[in-house]
């Protein structure tokens, strides 16, 4: 059994999100739950929500799913569009400030 949980043009780069994702894929739910509630990355937070709707999704494909048999099969960031704005320097000139988004795409399965 496997759900899918997406999400797009989050706030904070792709590579940021790599790291904390590297340190969740192919764990079990439980323990990634874990991880992510005391890791002090910000990305976390938004990979803790998007794991819960995860587990939410194949709860509603089958409810008497068991956590402890699911695993983190799929954790992927990919890049999104950035947003350019300007901030003013010196003799007129124009500095550009780049903020990143990304999309995140996680993906359980039961493995027995």
Known sequence: MEAKAKLSFTRGSARKARLVLDTIRYKRVTEAQKLLRFSHRRAAVVINKLLESAIANARVKEPKVD?????????????????????????GRAFMIRKQTCHISLEIQTIE
């Open 67 to 91: 956590l402890n048999q699911m695993y983190v099969t799929y954790a992927t960031a990919d890049e999104g569009p950035q947003m350019k704005r300007y901030m003013p320097r010196a003799h």
